[in-house]
């Protein structure tokens, strides 16, 4: 969110300026104009810089399988699947693309802005780091230390951050800001003044909260969150484990005539619930035995029993066939399972990953959108001769002889507002007459401006070489 401020900032004063995160942990992923995928976060950054979103910005990726195993993704292409541990026995020879891919956008551009990963004071995994100060000492960029004061005990975070670092890489530090502050700020001019006394780092600002951010697409799982109750349609969209690429859900969390329920572990899918989102994971196989263990398949076909109706989007979609096959174990153990039975259509995965930016045409309205596919995994059957949309002419997802039931392998189409509205109308529910993309753009102008007002953009930018 701040590195997406500071870009709109920079931006905004006429600099070219560009995004990069060395290594992200992330199942929101976006796919890029030259054919790879980066996470969502970095997407929003290079538009707030103006730009098309590039590999570059985010050379290594990391996509949650398991508890302990994860996808890695280097410079856009899936690179391998790894266990923690592995892992980092892996990074050091990772150092090599991260450090071509900042030297690039370096090049290209006159400020790169970087965004470290969870926190520097996690000594016990520098070795062979690459994304926080291995990356700053291999780079020589200067860090600023931003520190969380909704968590609590920010004056220990940062001044004990200082006090395990190793001195070299303490020395690459140039100074601290404050960030997620509620609150009346001059209750906290003593902790600031201390903050700065005990490290020698200069202060640049303490940031407000800022109450808009929820108008922005969400990275992580943790910040998903329902709308208030409120009258309209009823939406519930199920929060599977590995839940990836949410923000499809954000344009309609914005619709004043839209309820929108994120359904966690533990709760019945609501009886008065009018549409079903089985939305996109990064392990279809393991999310469809978390969603039986939830009961929740009992509840959609009760729910389909009374006339209600399920959009499955990507691995959503996967599980509302007959079968999913994963003979290479690409996803998990290899093997097969049921699925929900609910569409007529069989789904295989392959090793081949599809990662593309498509413009479709909606089968019932015909309203053309633009989409994207991040996927592994074929799905054919019966029910696919009744497609959701085309794509260049050719068939996509599926839809059930009664047509209460359908899937698509696209994500992103309810970014666009006239499919967004015909979509909604054929629930009775009126759209609202604001975009969203508008609302994304004036959102990044706000949260720029709530920078400016309250840190020391001027001396940031000074610090950068």
Same mark, same amino acid.
């Given at each position: 969110?701040?590195?997406?401020?500071?870009?709109?900032?920079?931006?905004?004063?006429?600099?070219?300026?560009?995004?990069?995160?060395?290594?992200?942990?992330?199942?929101?992923?976006?796919?890029?104009?030259?054919?790879?995928?980066?996470?969502?976060?970095?997407?929003?950054?290079?538009?707030?810089?103006?730009?098309?979103?590039?590999?570059?910005?985010?050379?290594?990726?990391?996509?949650?399988?398991?508890?302990?195993?994860? @996808?890695?993704?280097?410079?856009?292409?899936?690179?391998?699947?790894?266990?923690?541990?592995?892992?980092?026995? =892996?990074?050091?020879?990772?150092?090599?693309?991260?450090?071509?891919?900042?030297?690039?956008?370096?090049?290209?551009?006159? +400020?790169?802005?970087?965004?470290? !990963?969870?926190?520097?004071?996690?000594?016990?995994?520098?070795?062979?780091?690459?994304?926080?100060?291995?990356?700053?000492?291999?780079? $020589?960029? *200067?860090?600023?230390?931003?520190?969380?004061?909704?968590?609590?005990?920010?004056?220990?975070?940062?001044?004990?951050?200082?006090?395990?670092?190793?001195?070299?890489?303490?020395?690459?530090?140039?100074?601290?800001?404050?960030?997620?502050?509620?609150?009346?700020?001059?209750?906290?001019?003593?902790?600031?003044?201390?903050?700065?006394?005990?490290?020698?780092?200069?202060?640049?600002?303490?940031? *407000?909260?800022?109450?808009?951010?929820?108008?922005?697409?969400?990275?992580?799982? +943790?910040? +998903?969150?329902?709308?208030?109750?409120?009258?309209?349609?009823?939406?519930?969209?199920?929060?599977?484990?590995?839940?990836?690429?949410?923000?499809?859900?954000? *344009?309609?969390? @914005?619709? *004043?005539?839209?309820? =929108?329920?994120?359904?966690?572990?533990?709760?019945?899918?609501?009886?008065?619930?009018?549409?079903?989102?089985?939305?996109?994971?990064?392990?279809?196989?393991?999310?469809?035995?978390? +969603?039986?263990?939830?009961?929740?398949?009992? $509840?959609?076909?009760?729910?389909?029993?009374?006339?209600?109706?399920?959009?499955?989007?990507?691995?959503?979609?996967?599980?509302?066939?007959?079968?999913?096959?994963?003979?290479?174990?690409?996803?998990?153990?290899?093997?097969?399972? #049921?699925?929900?039975?609910?569409?007529?259509?069989?789904?295989?995965?392959?090793?081949?990953?599809?990662?593309?930016?498509?413009?479709?045409?909606?089968?019932?309205?015909?309203?053309?959108?633009?989409?994207?596919?991040?996927?592994?995994?074929?799905?054919?059957?019966?029910?696919?001769?009744?497609?959701?949309?085309?794509?260049?002419?050719? #068939?996509?997802?599926?839809?059930?002889?009664?047509?209460?039931?359908?899937?698509?392998?696209?994500?992103?189409?309810?970014?666009?507002? !006239?499919?967004?509205?015909?979509?909604?109308?054929?629930?009775?529910?009126?759209?609202?007459?604001?975009?969203?993309?508008?609302?994304?753009?004036?959102?990044?102008?706000?949260?720029?401006?709530?920078?400016?007002?309250?840190?020391?953009?001027?001396?940031?930018?000074?610090?950068?070489?």
């Amino acid at each position: 969110m701040l590195v997406a401020g500071l870009c709109r900032a920079a931006h905004a004063r006429g600099l070219r300026v560009a995004p990069f995160k060395p290594q992200n942990m992330s199942n929101n992923g976006a796919v890029t104009a030259d054919g790879g995928e980066i996470g969502r976060a970095q997407a929003l950054q290079a538009r707030a810089c103006g730009l098309e979103p590039m590999t570059d910005m985010n050379p290594v990726l990391l996509k949650p399988e398991t508890e302990t195993g994860a @996808q890695v993704i280097v410079q856009g292409k899936r690179f391998t699947t790894t266990r923690a541990a592995e892992y980092q026995n =892996l990074k050091p020879s990772l150092m090599r693309a991260v450090l071509q891919s900042y030297q690039r956008l370096r090049a290209a551009h006159d +400020l790169v802005i970087i965004e470290g !990963a969870g926190s520097p004071a996690e000594v016990n995994l520098r070795a062979g780091d690459i994304a926080n100060m291995g990356f700053a000492r291999a780079a $020589d960029v *200067p860090v600023i230390l931003v520190g969380d004061i909704d968590r609590g005990g920010v004056i220990a975070q940062i001044v004990g951050t200082q006090a395990v670092l190793d001195p070299r890489d303490a020395a690459m530090i140039t100074g601290f800001m404050i960030n997620k502050f509620r609150g009346d700020p001059h209750l906290f001019e003593d902790g600031y003044k201390l903050i700065a006394a005990r490290t020698g780092w200069r202060g640049f600002g303490v940031l *407000p909260w800022f109450t808009e951010a929820w108008r922005l697409p969400a990275e992580d799982a +943790l910040d +998903l969150r329902s709308t208030q109750r409120r009258a309209g349609l009823h939406i519930v969209c199920l929060q599977l484990s590995r839940i990836a690429n949410f923000d499809d859900l954000d *344009p309609l969390a @914005q619709e *004043p005539g839209v309820q =929108l329920t994120m359904l966690g572990a533990g709760n019945a899918i609501p009886g008065d619930a009018d549409v079903v989102i089985l939305p996109g994971t990064k392990s279809t196989r393991g999310d469809l035995a978390y +969603l039986r263990a939830q009961g929740w398949d009992v $509840d959609l076909s009760a729910h389909i029993r009374r006339g209600g109706h399920v959009l499955g989007i990507c691995g959503g979609y996967q599980m509302l066939g007959a079968t999913i096959a994963d003979p290479d174990g690409l996803e998990g153990p290899a093997g097969s399972d #049921p699925g929900l039975g609910h569409l007529a259509i069989d789904t295989v995965m392959n090793p081949e990953k599809r990662l593309t930016r498509v413009q479709a045409v909606h089968s019932a309205t015909g309203k053309p959108f633009d989409g994207y596919e991040i996927h592994l995994g074929r799905s054919e059957g019966v029910d696919r001769a009744r497609p959701f949309a085309h794509v260049t002419g050719q #068939p996509e997802g599926a839809i059930n002889a009664s047509g209460r039931v359908q899937g698509s392998y696209l994500h992103g189409m309810f970014r666009d507002d !006239a499919f967004r509205a015909a979509w909604l109308a054929g629930f009775g529910a009126k759209a609202s007459p604001t975009s969203y993309s508008a609302t994304v753009e004036c959102t990044l102008d706000a949260l720029a401006q709530h920078l400016e007002t309250h840190l020391d953009i001027g001396g940031l930018l000074a610090r950068a070489r």
